[in-house]
Structure formats: structure tokens, C-alpha cells
């Protein structure tokens, strides 16, 4: 969520290396001489700008705190006329890092709040099981009748990871092994014990999720709809199935993010 600073400083070097990159491929597909005369294309300048908006908008989106639009737009302009910055690019970053820090530690503040209250009141919701006072409940969505998962067990799972709002985070695209030595302690705390065919929603506080660390907004509290197909998946059975993911982050949403396994699930 709080993209280092320097992509907002390196979107328009990016964005013209990359059009001019594009520009120098195309001018050598073929020599000169071989080269087809093309229809000149019209370019809409307008949408060219504000798609151009667009990307600068979007990278000021991940640096987690609101700017003054009017203020970015007007020192643009001031720089364009050749105008002097109110501030230095060194004072710029600087600035930028203390505020996102206290956004940072602010979004925390609330995250973990939220996820207080809500499992203080949640274990007293019908079915609710808890594990770990106020930090791990989950609830039986459809009993199994299989083999069980144990402790070190690498089940063969389908999992669906949201925040507290209802927004998914990630989820597995097919059955897929996992590792319960290498995920999240909530999540590997609380599918042990489940059968094969059962589906359970695991509700899990930040202290046995990411807290802090992770990619995740800081402190949130995790939800995880699972469906155990196999109790102890081995290597080839895993080797006999294509996980697929979206991108680096799906497949990290239940790694544990701990210095010693850093790494991804697969």
C-alpha cells in the first residue's frame, strides 16, 4: 500500500522511456528502405493528457495519503512556467516520508481497533469456535468426513483471504498445497484439526496474521473461507496440479512474513 517514494518521482521518466522505447523497436522491425508507408494515426491529444493524469494519479494513490490535488496541479503548471519549488526534491522526500509514516501509524491505530472490537464481539456469534482468546475464532461452514489436518501437514486446500470490509485480498485459483510450517500462525492454527470436504471461515487477528509487516494495510484483520480437498498432500501430488497466480502478492497472503521464511508459499 506505501510504495516507495521513488515511483513518483520516476513516473515520468518511466512513462517517456517507455514510448520511447516502443518508438526505437518499431523503427527497427525492418530497414528503412523495406518499410511499408503507414496511415498517419490522429492522435486525441486530450485523451493522451488525461490518460497521461491518470498515471501520475495513480502512483500518488500508493504513497497512502491524500495530496492537495489543486497544489499538485498548480505546482505543475508553476514548473512548466519555469517557476522555482517551494521546496527542494531532498525536502520534498523528506516530507513525504514523515507524513506517510503517520498515515501509516494512524491506518495501524484504527486497523487494530477495529479488529479488536469486532473479534471481542464476534465469538458470541452462533457457531463461532474461538482458539485464542479475542485473537482466533473460525466457524464450521460444512462439516467433513475425512482425514484430518495435523500439526506440519501440508494439506491440499482452496481458500478465499478477505479484510474486514468483505474486500478479497487473494484467493487460490485451483486446489493447491500449502505448508502449515511456513504460512501465517492464525491460518496454520486455525486449519488444523479440519477434515477432509470441510469448510471453515477462519477469523484471524493482526498479532497471528502480518501486524505491521506484510503487504497488507498494517494491523488488518484477516478472514479466510477454506476448503480442505486433502489432509497431507505429498510433492507429486502437488507437482500433478497448475497453481496459478494473479500476481507475487497472491502468493504471499498466507506466507509467513517472518525474517526465516520470507519466502512465498510456492
Do not use: W
Not at 506484510?214 to 507429486?236: C, H, M, Q, R, W
Amino acid at each position: 500500500m506505501f510504495k516507495k517514494l521513488t515511483s513518483l518521482f520516476l513516473v515520468l521518466f518511466v512513462t517517456s522511456f517507455t514510448l520511447s522505447y516502443a518508438a526505437a523497436t518499431q523503427s527497427k522491425e525492418a530497414p528503412a528502405a523495406q518499410q511499408e508507408p503507414k496511415k498517419e494515426q490522429e492522435i486525441d491529444i486530450n485523451k493522451v493528457s488525461q490518460a497521461f493524469g491518470h498515471l501520475i494519479g495513480k502512483n500518488l494513490e500508493t504513497l497512502g495519503f491524500e495530496f492537495d490535488m489543486q497544489e499538485v496541479i498548480q505546482g505543475m503548471k508553476d514548473s512548466l512556467a519555469g517557476k522555482d519549488s517551494p521546496m527542494d526534491e531532498t525536502e520534498c522526500v523528506q516530507a513525504i516520508s514523515i507524513v506517510q509514516e503517520e498515515a501509516f501509524q494512524k491506518l495501524a491505530s484504527k486497523n487494530l481497533t477495529q479488529a479488536n472490537e469486532f473479534l471481542s464481539t464476534n465469538v458470541s456469534q452462533k457457531g463461532v469456535v474461538e482458539l485464542e482468546k479475542h485473537k482466533l475464532q473460525y466457524r464450521v461452514e460444512k462439516q467433513g468426513a475425512g482425514a484430518v489436518v495435523e500439526e506440519h501437514h501440508s494439506p491440499m486446500i482452496r481458500y478465499t483471504g478477505k479484510f474486514l470490509d468483505g474486500k478479497v485480498f487473494g484467493a487460490s485459483q485451483e486446489d493447491e498445497m500449502i505448508s502449515l510450517d511456513e504460512t501465517i500462525p492464525g491460518f496454520s492454527k486455525g486449519i488444523v484439526g479440519m477434515k477432509e470436504g470441510e469448510q471453515r471461515t477462519i477469523f484471524i487477528h493482526p498479532e497471528l496474521g502480518y501486524g505491521m509487516t506484510g503487504y497488507l494495510p498494517p494491523n488488518s484483520l484477516l478472514i479466510f473461507d477454506i476448503e480442505v480437498v486433502k489432509a497431507n498432500a505429498t510433492p507429486d501430488q502437488e507437482e500433478s496440479l497448475t497453481t496459478i497466480h494473479s500476481s507475487e502478492a497472491d502468493a504471499n497472503e498466507i506466507a509467513d512474513p517472518g525474517p526465516a521464511k520470507a519466502k512465498a508459499i510456492r
